[in-house]
């Protein structure tokens, strides 16, 4: 049971990834629909596959639950179910993710993918008051050279993307590797965020920092191994989507207990709670929030910080301002 008062706090979501929202009866809904053979007979053994030993493990699972979203109307479903979901959990904002690299390797064109989702986020601005905005996200196992070409691609929908990302494979792929992506996407206008030191190291933290020079830094928990690297995020304000029970179930902490979130709050880093990829990894962001209550005996007083932090960390300068707590 969620606390009350996390379930009323108003909060911004700045980290979860659209295909990583896909419940396992949508999942099964949507290999119905498009005829896709999943290798699970049902969907209670779908939901016993999400253990992992780790990102590596989690993320070819991801990518084959999401080969059954194939067209317009199944992009638009994951995004309604995402954000109706969200805002019953008290999201103002949500930035969500969308690794679009997926579906156009499987036939889905741009246009399908982006259209609907805008169109969700439309619809549940006006529906359900809660306000969302598309950040596209590449893979960083594949070359710069193809995330160039997605840049190419979104061109058209510039001024209705917020910004561009970097997830997948971290280990072996270091921020280097898309230093050309970062000064293109910032060239054409978009905000960036990049996924660094989840399982990677802290000097990838600092790559990210020092190459690609993003806005926010994805996770960044192993940033927590290094003094003088906390002490620039600090004073550089650099925002942390931190992803709890994502990081327990990629085993990139032992336990909720040993979860750094704690130390990173009092080493005055913005810091804020996120998803990730719920039905994956156990819930959605109040589930975070509450497990970080629970196992790491958090007050109210910083409960709320963190909510604050998730609005001053926002892309948009409405949310950043306004004060919603
Ligand atoms: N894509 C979806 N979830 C991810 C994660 N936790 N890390 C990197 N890429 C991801
Ligand atoms: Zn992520």
Known sequence: MTDAFIA???KAELHVH?????EPEMLFALAGRNRVELPWPDIGQARAAYTFTGLEHFLPLLFQAASVLRGGQDFYDLAHAYLTRAAADGVRRTE???GVQTFLDAGVPIAEQIDTVLAAISDARTDLGIDGALIITCQRHRSQTAALEVLDLIEPWRDRILGIGLGAAERGNPPAKFADYYTAARARGYRTTIHAGEDGPADYVREALDVCRPDRID????????PALLGRLRDEAIPLTVCPLSNVALRVVPSMAAHPLRAMVAAGLLVTVNSDDPPYFGGYVNDNYEAVRTHLGLDRATLATLARNSFRASFDD???IATHI
């Open 8 to 10: 009323t706090l108003p």
């Open 18 to 22: 659209l295909e990583g929202t896909l």
């Open 96 to 98: 969500m993710f969308l």
């Open 219 to 226: 996770h960044g928990v192993a940033a927590v191994t290094d």
């Open 318 to 320: 409405q949310h950043r």
